[in-house]
C-alpha cells in the first residue's frame, strides 16, 4: 500500500486539501458526530480495604501495580473519573503533617507506606485522561473494627476534647468549631498540595442513629452536651436539632468558599443519603438524613454550595418505596442552582440489567446534565467487552460503547481554549499542536463512513489510529470541560 499523507488545511471549510505521494485533490469533509457528555465516575472505597489496597501490609509495589491496574480498568471502560478515598478516619492515604498514615495502607495507623498514593494516583489517572476526586469523610475520627493502635498524632490522642465515643466509632464532634476547623485545615491542605480535580464528601455528617427503640424512633443520644450547653448559655435561639444541622450548613458552606478561593477550578462533591426526608416526595419512605444525619442537603443544593450532587440512590427502579426514579427526579426539581446531578448507583449490589436500566433513566431525565456515580470498584473487577453478563462487560459493550466527556460546568468559567493547529495525518497517526491549558483531547477520525473517538491526555500531541484516516478532528477541553473550536 502507498503511503498517504492527508492535510487538513482548515477545520471549518467545505472541502480539506488531501496531498499524497503523487496527486492533490480535494475531499468533501463529513461533520463528526458529537462527542458525548457524561460523568461517569467510580467510588473506590479504601475503608476496610474494600477497594484498594486489597489488604493491609502490601509493600509499595504491590499497592501500586494494584492502583495502577484499576485506573487501566477504568480507561478501558471508558469511565472519566475515580473517587478515591484518601481520608476515612482522621487518617490520610497520602503524605500529610496532620494527620497520621491510614492503618489500611500498612496494617499499623501512623507508619509510612514508602510512598504518596495521591501523589502517584493524580499523575497516573492525569496520564490515562481520568479525573481524579480526592474522597473525604469530614468527621469520622475511627471506624468500627479499627485494629492498630492509635497513633500519637491521632486527633483522639491529640484532642481528646474533640473526639467523642458513639457506640463503636470516634467521631469529631461538629458543635465543637475547633473540630471543624480541623477538618477544614485538612480538606484544604489536600487542595493545595495535590493537582486533584475534585474533592468529594459523602453522607457521614453526624453519625448515623444507634437505635435503643428503632420502633418508637427512641436512639442513643450523640454525646455533644459540653458544646451544646455553651450554646444555650451565649444565648442561642435555635433547636438541637437546627443547631446540628447549622453546624454542617457552616462546614459545607465555609469548605466551598474554601476551595474556589484557592483553586476555582477544583469541583466540590456531595454524596448525601438519596432520602432527604421521607414523604419528599409523598409516596417515599425510609431513613430521615435531614433529622438523624443533620444534613439539609437540600438547602445546599438550592444555595449552590457544591459543584456537582450525587445522591446515593442505592434502591430499584420498581422499589415502591424508595423508586429510584422517583427520587431522581425529586432530587432534579430541587436543583435550582442547576448544579451537576449525578446520582449514586449500587453497582456491587444490583445486577447489571438493573444498573443499565437505572443509567438510561438518568440519561433521559429532562434538565439533568447527564452522569452517574459507581459503588464500588468491587464490582467491575470481573468481566470485559463482550461479556454482557458481567457488570463491567455489559457496560464496556452496551452502555458504554463510546468515551465521553466529563460535562462542563458554566458556573465556575466558560472561556474555551483554543482550537489545535497544524493537524496532520500521515500513516494513520494524527498530529497537532500542543494547547497550552489542554486538560485532554478529544480525538475523532473518519475512515469511510464510520467515525471513531478517542479522550487523551493533555499532554499527548499524537495519536496512531492503526487505521486509513480519511478525515480528522481535534478538540482541546479544559479542566472545566471547555471545549475547544
Known amino acids: 500500500m502507498k503511503r498517504r499523507d492527508f492535510l487538513t488545511l482548515s477545520a471549518g471549510a467545505g472541502a480539506a486539501l488531501v496531498v499524497t505521494e503523487k496527486e492533490t485533490y480535494a475531499q468533501t469533509l463529513q461533520t463528526p458526530p458529537p462527542i458525548a457528555r457524561e460523568f461517569r465516575g467510580l467510588w473506590v472505597a479504601s475503608v476496610t480495604n474494600i477497594d484498594w489496597p486489597s489488604k493491609a501490609g502490601l509493600p509499595p509495589e504491590g499497592q501500586r501495580a494494584e492502583l495502577i491496574a484499576l485506573l487501566e480498568r477504568a480507561k478501558r471502560l471508558k469511565l472519566n473519573a475515580v473517587l478515591l478515598q484518601v481520608r476515612t478516619s482522621c487518617d490520610a492515604l497520602y503524605r500529610s503533617e496532620k494527620e497520621p498514615w491510614s492503618e489500611y495502607l500498612t496494617g499499623t495507623m501512623g507508619q509510612d507506606p514508602g510512598w504518596d498514593p495521591l501523589a502517584e494516583a493524580v499523575k497516573e489517572a492525569h496520564d490515562r485522561g481520568i479525573e481524579l476526586h480526592a474522597w473525604v469523610n469530614p468527621y469520622r475520627a475511627r471506624q468500627s473494627g479499627g485494629k492498630s493502635p492509635l497513633a500519637a498524632n491521632h486527633m ?6 474533640l473526639v467523642k465515643p458513639y457506640g463503636n466509632l470516634q467521631w469529631l464532634d461538629p458543635g465543637e468549631p475547633d473540630a471543624s476547623k480541623h477538618s477544614l485545615d485538612v480538606l484544604m491542605d489536600i487542595v493545595r498540595r495535590y493537582d486533584i480535580d475534585g474533592l468529594h464528601v459523602d453522607d457521614y455528617f453526624y453519625p448515623y442513629k444507634i437505635w435503643i427503640n428503632e420502633k418508637d424512633k427512641i436512639a442513643k443520644p450523640f454525646p455533644d452536651d459540653p458544646a451544646w450547653k455553651r450554646y444555650v448559655l451565649s444565648g442561642g435561639k435555635l433547636s438541637r436539632s437546627d443547631w446540628r444541622r447549622k453546624n454542617i450548613d457552616d462546614f459545607i458552606k465555609s469548605l466551598y468558599e474554601q476551595i474556589k478561593a484557592e483553586k476555582p477550578h477544583v469541583k466540590f462533591g456531595i454524596s448525601p443519603f ?11 419512605t425510609g431513613y430521615d438524613s435531614y433529622e438523624n444525619l443533620y444534613g439539609d442537603s437540600r438547602k445546599w443544593m438550592q444555595e449552590g454550595w457544591a459543584d456537582y450532587f450525587a445522591p446515593q ?6 422499589q415502591p418505596g424508595q423508586s429510584f426514579p422517583i427520587l431522581l427526579l425529586w432530587w432534579a426539581e430541587q436543583n435550582k442552582k442547576k448544579r451537576h446531578l449525578w446520582p449514586g448507583l ?12 437505572q443509567i438510561k433513566v438518568a440519561r433521559g431525565l429532562s ?3 447527564s452522569g452517574h456515580l459507581h459503588f464500588s470498584a468491587v464490582a467491575l473487577r470481573k468481566g470485559m467487552e463482550g461479556d454482557v453478563n458481567t457488570m463491567a462487560g455489559r457496560l464496556a459493550t452496551l452502555v458504554y460503547p463510546e468515551p465521553a466527556l466529563v460535562p462542563a460546568c458554566p458556573w465556575l468559567g466558560s472561556t474555551p481554549p483554543s482550537a489545535p ?28 463512513d464510520r467515525w471513531s473517538t478517542v479522550i487523551l491526555p493533555g499532554d499527548h500531541a499524537t495519536h496512531d489510529t492503526n487505521a486509513l484516516v480519511e478525515q480528522a478532528v481535534v478538540t482541546a477541553v479544559d479542566r472545566l470541560g471547555n471545549a475547544s473550536v
Open 346 to 357: 449500587y453497582t456491587s449490589k444490583y445486577p447489571p440489567l438493573e444498573i443499565e436500566y
Open 313 to 318: 440512590l442505592y434502591w430499584k427502579i420498581d
Open 156 to 161: 483522639s490522642v491529640k484532642r481528646p476534647d
Open 274 to 284: 438519596g432520602i432527604w426526608r421521607p414523604g419528599y416526595p409523598p409516596q417515599i
Open 421 to 448: 493547529k497544524g493537524i496532520r495525518i500521515r500513516d494513520g497517526v494524527i498530529s497537532w499542536q500542543p494547547v497550552d491549558n489542554a486538560f485532554v483531547y478529544a480525538v475523532q477520525w473518519r475512515t469511510g
Open 367 to 369: 434538565g439533568t446534565p
